[in-house]
């Protein structure tokens, strides 16, 4: 009796692995520095994390259907110079619709390769990756993007602002969490995304057309990574070129760590966000204590590896691979 | 010869191909558009193009290994930067403090080799005893091992200048300098590995159907464990022939250096899913991509442009070799 009760509270422990260790490091945290559960340091961790969170959101649903998506720190890069630049030029509230088009026909570009193409998603986002990149770089000629009269306008609204004490990018990422969250888990389409990634000839079989499924999914992670930029574009009212590089690492430990599996078929939008939300308060925390920025990374490395290999040895039952 | 045949050569010459097209492509548009005065196709041109080759070129030999056993290997830039410090600042060390300028090479160097072959053999170790997805494992490392360059020195570029050093990497034989000669005689021996050896052999099968490799007596784990060794060797490697000549090395040094070097071997045609692939051809994507860099330069395309023309030309390359694989095949067209 004791023993398979101890062996189900390892199996919940394993299976929610990830909150338990979320919980430990906070309680850790708090424990350590007494500012770091003060509400305006909890605020402005979520509030830094929020561009992170959004794109991890849509990336999320590339990854349950079984794809990766590397391309999103350069296509971010892409929509915050786009927002800027067209923002003087034809005023914001053309200036954002417009942008959202570009990014997402970018999204859909990735999607009809890897969807109708069967092209391999590591590769055609890798490629991607440069390609916007070098894209960003023609379309701002190499230069930094400003906007020229930053107070005589609404658009910093959207970065900067609050309502009723919550930072504005808090609300973005909490509506957009939610409302992904229902779509993944609640709507048809969403078990389709689940079936695509878990078996794609059995989804094929039972009548999923998983080209177009897969589309819906680049859209959906376009559409994210458009948010971000925007969000970055407001909040900072004027940036360089590379100002996503490197986040589609990011985003994906996020993710991994939020315990989808790079092979499709798990996840879920509420762990990816406890995912984001543990590499922000590592960082916060790590900071607070007196640490420097660096020693996150190598802190980062460890979680996701043990986080990963925990789940793994929780599904096959013994810790160590079986491989001789 | 029948069509299977035909096309499996045009695969296998594809990449040879593609740069002799670049050649002409570069050489005609240039006397055209170029404002200098020396030809695109001077011979000095080519043996620096070689030269630049190098470091992202010794990498991709490893990834070509590491691919063609089914992994991936994303923290190769991180272990780059972190052997350039552990090379120069190697020689300020007090043990060593005795040594000539001269004396002290081998040991600077060895320090840097153990380094990379040490990180190699973690992430190793970790996806031989874990089970965890090389790509997950790596992308870690990748966080973690920067973590490590930004722990040794912070945020400073290190720096050292040893003459002795720099003349020895600038040696030149033949008009080919110590970079070129070791990405050549690399190539050679891993190309050499891969096909006349046992664990050449091995590596192919572990990558084509690891079930069936272990069923077969391979033993998988130390097997893949001694190429993530390899890969953190070459890196080390390629590491030493770029620093030792520019003795100085900032802490963002070789980020995207891995996505340069899978690129290169994908390019070269290796599976992302392992089991075929070949060294020789990498090197041809190596040089591809370094001839793309210097014609675009050449014929006076910004600089920008590049990224934009190797990320569709990536793309591209990947559709026509679905094209080619999907004819005959009958396979489920889902």
Redesign the interface.
């Known amino acids: 009796m004791a023993d398979e009760r101890l062996k189900a509270i390892g199996a919940l422990l394993a299976r929610q692995g990830i909150l338990v260790a979320f919980v430990i490091f906070m309680i850790g945290f708090a424990l350590l520095n007494d500012r770091f559960l003060a509400v305006d340091n909890v605020l402005g961790v979520v509030r830094s994390s929020a561009i992170l969170g959004v794109m991890a959101i849509g990336v999320t649903f590339v990854v349950i259907s079984g794809n990766l998506d590397l391309s999103v720190g350069s296509m971010m890069s892409f929509s915050t110079i786009v927002v800027l630049d067209l923002h003087d030029k034809i005023g914001p509230e053309l200036a954002i619709p417009a942008m959202f088009l570009m990014t997402m026909a970018l999204g859909a570009f990735i999607g009809v390769l890897v969807g109708y193409f069967k092209l391999n998603s590591l590769i055609v986002t890798l490629g991607m990756l440069s390609a916007i990149h070098g894209l960003t770089l023609t379309y701002s000629g190499g230069k930094n993007m400003d906007i020229a009269d930053k107070e005589g306008t609404w658009f910093s609204v959207i970065g900067q602002s609050s309502i009723l004490g919550i930072p504005v990018p808090i609300l973005v990422f909490v509506g957009l969490a939610a409302l992904l969250a229902m779509l993944l888990s609640k709507t048809p389409f969403g078990r389709k995304v689940y079936a695509v990634g878990g078996n794609g000839v059995a989804a094929t079989f039972s009548g999923i057309r998983r080209p177009r499924v897969v589309l819906a999914t680049y859209l959906i992670s376009s559409f994210c990574v458009a948010v971000a930029g925007l969000l970055q574009a407001s909040r900072s009212m004027g940036s360089q070129n590379t100002v996503g590089q490197g986040l589609e690492l990011e985003v994906l430990a996020a993710v991994i760590l939020g315990g989808a599996s790079l092979l499709g078929g798990s996840g879920t939008v509420f762990k990816t966000v406890i995912g984001v939300l543990i590499l922000g308060f590592i960082q916060n925390g790590l900071l607070l204590v007196g640490l420097e920025f660096y020693v996150q990374y190598v802190v980062t490395w460890l979680i996701i590896i043990l986080a990963v290999w925990l789940d793994i040895a929780a599904k096959r039952g013994r810790l160590l691979s079986p491989i001789a | 010869m029948n069509t299977s045949n035909r096309a499996k050569l045009i695969k296998r010459g594809a990449i040879w191909g593609f740069i002799v097209l670049e050649l002409i492509f570069f050489s005609v548009a240039g006397s055209f558009l170029s404002l200098s005065e020396t030809r695109f196709m001077d011979l000095d041109n080519m043996l620096l193009l070689l030269k630049q080759s190098a470091p992202i070129g010794i990498i991709a030999l490893g990834m070509t290994v590491i691919m063609i056993n089914g992994n991936i290997d994303?923290s190769v830039g991180a272990v780059f930067a972190l052997c350039a410090i552990v090379m120069l600042d190697s020689q300020t060390w007090p043990i060593f403090a005795g040594l000539s300028e001269t004396a002290i090479i081998p040991f600077a160097w060895g320090a840097a080799l153990l380094t990379g072959m040490a990180l190699g053999a973690i992430n190793g170790l970790?996806v031989?005893?874990?089970?965890?997805?090389a790509?997950?494992?790596t992308?870690?490392?990748?966080?973690?091992?920067?973590?490590?360059v930004?722990?040794y020195n912070?945020e400073q570029p290190t720096f050292l200048l040893n003459w002795t050093l720099v003349d020895m990497i600038e040696t030149s034989v033949f008009g080919l300098e110590v970079p070129a000669l070791v990405l050549l005689g690399m190539t050679f021996l891993i190309w050499f590995m891969m096909t006349r050896t046992v664990h050449g052999r091995n590596a192919y099968a572990v990558g084509d159907n690891r079930e069936a490799a272990?069923n077969a007596g391979i033993?998988?784990?130390p097997h893949m464990l001694l190429n993530f060794i390899l890969i953190g060797f070459l890196t080390a490697l390629s590491s030493i022939v770029f620093y030792s000549a520019s003795g100085s090395v900032n802490p963002n040094d070789g980020?995207l250096y891995e996505?340069w070097a899978?690129?290169a071997v994908?390019l070269g045609g290796t599976k992302?899913t392992g089991g075929s692939g070949s060294v020789i051809n990498t090197l041809g994507g190596v040089i591809a991509i370094q001839l793309l860099r210097k014609g675009l330069g050449h014929i006076g395309a910004?600089t920008?442009?590049?990224?934009?023309?190797?990320?569709?030309?990536?793309?591209a390359v990947?559709?026509l070799d679905?094209q080619l694989n999907i004819k005959g095949k009958g396979e489920?067209r889902?």
């Not at chain 2, 031989?128 to 997805?133: A, L, M």
């Open positions: 994303l970790i031989w005893k874990t089970g965890v997805d790509f997950i494992v992308l870690g490392a990748m966080l973690g091992y920067r973590g490590l930004f722990m912070g272990v033993r998988v784990g980020s996505l899978i690129t994908v992302l910004d920008e442009t590049v990224n934009l023309v190797i990320g569709l030309i990536l793309i990947l559709f679905r489920l889902t």
